[in-house]
């Protein structure tokens, strides 16, 4: 009975929902301060101390807008998709092992349905311009799957090459393996380099923004989405970019490990596993500062042509090594 | 040799300088950078004009109006038409006008804007 | 399956009205059709009505960015017609405004263009620099972007010793910084596939469609008012025209950026032989050239510009014409953004294709009534354009 009373309370304070929430928050403003420093502007600014409060205000504002169903769509799917995209996100974010090395939810293989679970968020995208029936959304809608199909299996790869080196498919045992060296030192760098441009494609962030690519196709496959149903698709996105930073620094930078003090485990390893995933964060920020958006058919040749031997050769170095 | 991700030592450079952005409305305002000779709010002195309606002649954006007073003829300038051209400064005989460097005309009320 | 995708009337890459109707397969483009008339101002009827004085403001207010051009354009003209040759300082002067707002302009493009392809770094980063060049323009003439500097019989300012030091150390930051963004063009490989090969128009097509500017010196062919039929001070003034011959928007972007390297030495070469002497003759308030007509040519940033007066002996033009760059280049645009054979148009590309004649659609639009039931066609005279704008600002008061 207590011990279903804690699960429940794990899964929803700490570090579940109520935790993540602000975390993914947070994150975002990181994100969004730090893309601005690089471009020497200031970004967010006025809401709260250094404008800390602006992805929360955002998000406020947005759940206060209209919100729209346009005449077209498939109502059921549009009105569905958003609430799936967030619930997916949020639950994924069990799977982290953020204050002991497992997460709220773990089990045996663990890493491979958080993977697919991971594909089905791109396939939701993907209804989600669809059910919108926007020629922009249709476009941004077809880009999505497109580059599903590049990134998907770089990023599978690079995480199959950290499988191998900790021989196991359990989130538990990688993080365990990795407490006298993490896996970013050894031989999977190459991995972690792969994963950490899979991952911006994942997130569609520059260069690989193509299914929003706002210049082209406006918003792409969001653009007939507003207020309650937009907020909860950038709120899902921001749980998301928690997902793969939390995800980088589980596999490759050592999860929650790092030296304790005794009786204090718990805030140790948050903190720990914060530091950690912001760094995977600030690397994919500084990807993102770095490049102009590429084009679908480019990203196609890129991922075919150099990504997926890459990873395949990490796969074939760490296979060799351990 | 194109080289991935060329711009990452100018970025980290960036990062560590002072930022480009000025917090203008607010905070800052005398980081805005106005030269000599701005071309802004017009500054009328009534003592020097005479009243030669030259002004109200070039002024190309009918900006200015010659109405009476007590001393005779003089104009009113309406900012709110003005396009800030000078004008009016450079044909005056006596310079009885001149263009201060007061950029933020904006005003609820058409009166605000109305230059005596 | 194809089906059309409206770009504009209202679109966050273009601010500025334009319609351009695609039919597309997938990401491909088949066709294009454009549709440029949204911002008709009637200011060549407007010209008619004003004098020739007040006529430099409206000529500074056909398009914002080449503002310099077009009263360059304009006062020329009227010199022309007057039949009265400007002091040599002014013309050392005019040119100096008007290369610093070619690099303006041609900054404010490079950072639309690296906007357009995505890469928001180098486009903040631009338009950051292009501050030092605003700044000079305000200095020199009292303005950041309307200069309001050329008149008829000179210039109304002169530049003093301090500001000639000021346009010198800021020069030397713009190079730098010019070579830097050159370098970043030609070695980021994201930008160089974005814009290599795309946007294509062969030599003789823009002959054809008579392209201007540097979208026709991207093509490779030597065409600048500049050298060609030298104006102001352009014939003292050494400089290269920029040509390159891969005829597509990474050409485009070379030019440009080429380009503000040569207004840079431009300027510092009529800085060090500015020759003295005054700097503008005063002229009446009204002035009445003799009845004639007079054509003037400029290269404006955007390409060659051309105004056309015509002279009853009243104090306010018979006839302005004004032909501006952009609307010579829409038939051009129209080309490269059609797939044909093995060349083959991406929705991606869109935004930089057209971003790459570096449209400026107020200057642009034309308007002509057409009644297709009754197959008649009239235009508005002035005084209805008056009225009707009349009308519509009192409902808003
Ligand atoms: S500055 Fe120009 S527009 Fe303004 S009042 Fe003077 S002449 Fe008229
Ligand atoms: S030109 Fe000068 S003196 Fe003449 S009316 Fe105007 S302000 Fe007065």
């Avoid at chain 1, 993490?182 to 899979?198: D, S």
């Avoid at chain 1, 929003?212 to 996105?237: C, D, H, N, P, T």
């Avoid at chain 1, 993102?288 to 990203?299: E, I, K, N, S």
């Avoid at chain 3, 493009?109 to 000079?136: C, N, P, S």
Wanted: hydrophobic share 45%; proline share 5%.
């Amino acid at each position: 009975m207590i011990e279903a009373l804690y699960k429940i309370i794990e899964m929803i304070l700490f570090p579940g929902f109520a935790f993540i929430g602000v975390l993914s928050l947070l994150y975002e403003w990181i994100d969004r301060k730090f893309y601005a420093r690089l471009q020497n502007r200031i970004g967010p600014l006025y809401a709260g101390p250094h404008g800390i409060l602006q992805p929360l205000a955002d998000f406020i504002k947005l759940l206060s807008k209209e919100d729209i169903i346009p005449e077209g769509a498939d109502k059921f799917l549009f009105t569905l998709t958003p609430i799936l995209f967030f619930a997916i996100n949020l639950l994924l974010t069990l799977f982290l092992p953020i204050c002991g090395t497992t997460g709220v939810i773990s089990f045996t293989g663990d890493l491979i349905f958080f993977v697919a679970l991971l594909t089905i968020i791109s396939i939701l995208v993907y209804t989600a311009g669809m059910a919108s029936t926007n020629r922009f959304a249709t476009i941004g809608a077809e880009r999505a799957v497109l580059q599903l199909i590049g990134y998907e299996i770089p990023f599978m790869l690079s995480i199959v090459s950290v499988a191998i080196s900790s021989r196991s498919l359990t989130i538990k045992n990688i993080v365990e393996s990795q407490s006298s060296i993490w896996h970013i030192l050894g031989p999977n760098f190459l991995a972690f380099i792969i994963f950490a441009i899979t991952a911006q494609a994942e997130l569609e962030r520059i260069p690989f923004d193509i299914p929003e690519a706002e210049q082209e196709i406006v918003a792409g496959w969001l653009v007939e989405y507003s207020g309650k149903k937009l907020a909860l698709f950038r709120l899902g996105k921001d749980v998301e970019t928690l997902l793969l930073c939390g995800l980088g620094a589980t596999l490759f930078l050592g999860g929650p490990l790092g030296p304790v003090v005794p009786g204090l485990e718990i805030v140790f390893y948050t903190l720990y596993f914060i530091i950690k995933s912001i760094i995977v964060l600030l690397v994919l920020t500084t990807l993102r500062a770095l490049f102009a958006r590429l084009r679908v058919d480019q990203m196609l040749v890129l991922s075919w042509k150099y990504l997926i031997p890459l990873s395949l050769i990490s796969v074939l170095i760490v296979r060799v090594v351990f | 040799m194109p080289r991935p991700g060329y711009m990452v030592s100018e970025i980290y450079k960036n990062l560590l300088k002072k930022r480009a952005t000025i917090l203008y409305p607010f905070k800052e305002r005398e980081l805005v950078h106005l030269p000599k000779g701005f071309r802004g709010r017009i500054i009328f002195n009534r003592d020097k004009c005479i009243g030669c309606q030259m002004c109200f002649r070039v002024c190309p954006a009918q900006a200015i109006k010659i109405i009476e007073d007590e001393r005779g003829k003089r104009p009113i300038f309406f900012m709110y038409r003005c396009i800030y051209c000078g004008s009016c400064a450079e044909y005056c005989p006596v310079k009885a006008i001149e263009l201060s460097d007061i950029f933020e005309n904006i005003a609820f009320n058409k009166k605000d804007l109305l230059v005596k | 399956m194809s089906f059309y995708i409206p770009i504009g009337p209202q679109h966050h890459v273009h601010p500025e009205p334009l319609l351009m109707k695609f039919k597309v397969e997938g990401e491909q483009v088949i066709d294009v059709e454009i549709n440029v008339s949204y911002t008709h101002r009637g200011i060549e009827k407007g010209f008619e009505y004003r004098d020739y004085m007040k006529g430099i403001f409206l000529a500074e207010r056909i398009c914002g960015i080449c503002n310099a051009a077009h009263t360059l354009c304009y006062t020329q003209n009227i010199e022309q017609l007057l039949g009265k040759e400007i002091p040599p300082r002014a013309k050392y002067l005019r040119l100096i405004v008007e290369e610093l707002s070619r690099i303006h302009s041609h900054l404010l493009w490079l950072g639309l263009a690296a906007h357009q392809i995505g890469f928001e770094t180098l486009f903040m980063y631009v338009w950051r620099d292009r501050e030092k060049v605003l700044d000079l323009l305000e200095t020199i003439t009292g303005n950041r972007v309307v200069t309001a500097y050329n008149t008829i019989g000179g210039v109304r300012r002169d530049i003093t010793p301090e500001i000639e030091q000021k346009i010198r150390k800021s020069l030397d930051y713009l190079e730098e910084r010019t070579k830097y963004f050159k370098k970043v063009v030609m070695e980021e490989p994201t930008v160089l596939v974005r814009t290599q090969n795309v946007g294509i128009l062969k030599p003789r097509e823009a002959i054809e469609l008579f392209a201007v500017g540097p979208v026709l010196r991207a093509s490779g062919i030597k065409h600048d008012i500049r050298a060609d039929d030298p104006y102001i001070a352009h014939d003292e003034v050494p400089f290269n025209v920029v040509t390159y011959d891969t005829c597509d928007v990474y050409a485009r972007i070379l030019v440009r950026v080429d380009e503000i390297l040569e207004c840079i030495n431009m300027v510092r070469y009529s800085l060090d032989h500015l020759p003295s002497g005054e700097y503008r003759i005063r002229m009446p308030v009204i002035v009445r050239p003799p009845p004639g007509e007079s054509v003037s040519r400029v290269e404006a940033p955007r390409g060659e510009l051309l105004h056309y007066v015509r002279s009853d002996g009243s104090d306010k033009p018979y006839r302005y014409k004004v032909r501006t760059p952009t609307l010579a280049n829409i038939p051009s645009t129209a080309r490269m953004l059609t797939s044909r054979g093995d060349y083959i148009v991406y929705i991606a590309d869109i935004p930089i294709i057209f971003g790459s004649i570096d449209p400026c659609l107020c200057c642009t639009g034309r308007v002509m009534f057409i009644d297709i039931e009754k197959s008649k066609s009239w235009v508005w005279t002035y005084n209805e354009l008056v009225r009707y704008s009349l009308k519509r600002f009192e409902r808003h008061d």
